[in-house]
T-cell receptor, first 114, second 117 residues
Framework: AQSVTQLDSHVSVSEGTPVLLRCNYS??????LFWYVQHPNKGLQLLLK??????LVKGINGFEAEFKKSETSFHLTKPSAHMSDAAEYFC????????????FGAGTRLAVHP | GAVVSQHPSWVICKSGTSVKIECRSL??????MFWYRQFPKQSLMLMAT?????????EQGVEKDKFLINHASLTLSTLTVTSAHPEDSSFYIC?????????????FGDGTRLSIL
């Protein structure tokens, strides 16, 4: 069975400092993994995806994530936080099969302080 | 590319009425669309998978007769909340995938905030 665990429900950083949002996954198959961001009262925007190519994945807005099979992790990082990064972040795994169903983590709320 | 539009963005209505939410893929054809529900400060819960030209596949615990899904064209899926009650108030989000390999990411609409009085 597939599952995703986001290790922190809330993360607070100062503007200009690094961001680390942690995600562990469980999968019986070689997984496809995604990070999405959601701003208040909005839908989800894809930040990046891992689909068994390069283990270090670069996304939009300076975010990147590293797939570590030995640790079953897919942590999201950014070298320097901006105020506009404050949002909810979801780590997501895709189930195998034709319909590409997604399994969402519980989400991590990122707060960025001046 | 891969823009998904959802309408309306916000709806308030009286208990007992039915509400229709539209989900459109603007610049691509989506044979499969998904409907999610999100409660405040919680993650997304998949309600159903909508396939063009066939019946939707509902997740366990989701009432088919309560949440009617129609996917009549390759660019439009609709979710109708029938005889809505206050407990149906929630944020509803649709998504669609580009045709092709199963590892395509889903592209999400901006959601519909439904408030039942």
């Amino acid at each position: 069975a597939q599952s995703v665990t986001q290790l922190d429900s809330h993360v607070s950083v100062s503007e200009g400092t690094p961001v680390l949002l942690r995600c562990n996954y469980s999968s019986s198959y070689s997984p496809s993994l995604f990070w999405y961001v959601q701003h208040p009262n909005k839908g989800l925007q894809l930040l990046l995806k891992y689909t068994s190519a390069a283990t270090l994945v670069k996304g939009i807005n300076g975010f990147e994530a590293e797939f570590k099979k030995s640790e079953t992790s897919f942590h999201l990082t950014k070298p320097s936080a901006h105020m506009s990064d404050a949002a909810e972040y979801f780590c997501v795994v895709s189930t195998p099969g034709g319909y590409n169903k997604l399994i969402f983590g519980a989400g991590t709320r990122l707060a960025v302080h001046p | 590319g891969a823009v998904v539009s959802q309408h309306p963005s916000w709806v308030i209505c009286k208990s007992g009425t039915s509400v229709k939410i539209e989900c459109r893929s603007l610049d691509f054809q989506a044979t499969t669309m998904f409907w999610y529900r999100q409660f405040p400060k919680q993650s997304l819960m998949l309600m159903a998978t909508s396939n063009e030209g066939s019946k939707a596949t509902y997740e366990q615990g989701v009432e088919k007769d309560k949440f009617l899904i129609n996917h009549a064209s390759l660019t439009l899926s609709t979710l109708t909340v029938t005889s809505a009650h206050p407990e149906d108030s929630s944020f509803y989000i649709c998504s669609a995938t580009l045709p092709g390999a199963g590892n395509q990411p889903q592209h999400f609409g901006d959601g519909t905030r439904l408030s039942i009085l």
